[in-house]
C-alpha cells in the first residue's frame, strides 16, 4: 500500500510559476513510475509528466513540454512539478499518482497507475 499526499497547489496569473510537491509514504519500493495528471471538468484524466523512480528519466505531454519539469527525491521520497510559464488552459485539479513497471508500456495513461494523492487545484488567470 501506498500513500500520496499533494501539496502546493493555488492561483497565480498567467505567466507565473508553480510548483507542486507529492509526499509518498507506505511500501515505497513498490513503485517504479511517479507521475502527475490533470482533469479538466468533464473529462478523463491526462497524463503532464512522469518520471522513473530509479533512474530518473522522465515524460512529458507535448502541452507542457518545456514549460513543465518533474524531479523527485529518493531519500525524502518526494517528487515535485515545477509548473512554469502558466497559461490559463493549464487550469485543473492535479493528482499525484505511482505506478508499477507496467507504467512503461505507457507512461503518461492513467490507467497503468494504481495509488493517488486527494488532488490540488491549480488556477490559471488571464
Known amino acids: 500500500q501506498v500513500q500520496l499526499v499533494e501539496s502546493g497547489g493555488g492561483s497565480v496569473q498567467a505567466g507565473g510559476s508553480l510548483r507542486l510537491s507529492c509526499q509518498v509514504s507506505?511500501?515505497?519500493?513498490?513503485?517504479?513510475?511517479l507521475a502527475w495528471f490533470r482533469q479538466f471538468p468533464g473529462k478523463e484524466r491526462e497524463g503532464v509528466a512522469s518520471?522513473?523512480?530509479?533512474?530518473?528519466?522522465?515524460f512529458y505531454s507535448d502541452s507542457v513540454k518545456g514549460r513543465f519539469t518533474i524531479s523527485r527525491d529518493n531519500v525524502k521520497n518526494t517528487f515535485d512539478l515545477q509548473m512554469d510559464s502558466l497559461k490559463p488552459e493549464d487550469t485543473a485539479m492535479y493528482y499525484c499518482?505511482?505506478?508499477?513497471?507496467?507504467?512503461?508500456?505507457?507512461?503518461?495513461?492513467?490507467?497503468?497507475?494504481?495509488?493517488w494523492g486527494q488532488g490540488t487545484q491549480v488556477t490559471v488567470s488571464s
Open positions: 499518482a505511482t505506478g508499477l513497471r507496467k507504467a512503461m508500456r505507457a507512461p503518461l495513461n492513467y490507467t497503468n497507475y494504481d495509488s
Open positions: 507506505g511500501n515505497v519500493y513498490s513503485t517504479s513510475f
Open positions: 518520471i522513473l523512480r530509479i533512474p530518473g528519466h522522465t
